[in-house]
């Protein structure tokens, strides 16, 4: 894995929690802006999700398996549009919330996925 597209991925997703966060901590649901950078954050899951399965395309093989590796890059890829979606159910602070939580979850995906690969 790169390291530093996933520490990217897993700052952008801190970064989104704790914008999400205050949104929730003023009373408010998730935004347009709040989308977009779910979208960014996203997109970087997607580019992570694009480079894990290259490299295991060209024969490079993660320490703890091949199996979870792929799991745990789904999970990642699936985390923030999970989120969002359900933000979009619940338009009150609870979205902002479940956003905000989606981006930690993300951040710990990371740093799991890095320890899978062998960093």
Same mark, same amino acid.
């Given at each position: 894995m790169l390291a530093a597209l996933t520490v990217a991925t897993a700052v952008a997703a801190l970064l989104?929690?704790? %914008?999400?966060?205050w949104a929730a901590y003023r009373d408010q649901p998730t935004k347009d802006w709040h989308f977009i950078g779910?979208?960014?954050?996203?997109?970087?899951a997607l580019v992570q999700?694009?480079?894990?399965?290259?490299?295991?395309?060209?024969?490079?093989?993660?320490?703890?398996?091949?199996?979870?590796?792929?799991?745990y890059l789904l999970g990642a890829f699936a985390c923030i549009p999970a989120a969002g979606f359900m933000s979009l159910a619940e338009r009150t602070r609870w979205g902002s919330i479940t956003v905000?939580?989606?981006?930690?979850?993300?951040a710990v995906l990371q740093v799991r996925?890095?320890?899978? %690969?062998?960093g």
């Open positions: 989104l929690a704790a %914008w999400c966060g779910m979208a960014v954050v996203s997109l970087l999700l694009g480079v894990g399965i290259v490299q295991l395309a060209r024969g490079e093989q993660p320490e703890q398996g091949t199996t979870i590796f792929v799991a905000a939580a989606g981006g930690i979850v993300l996925l890095y320890d899978i %690969w062998g």
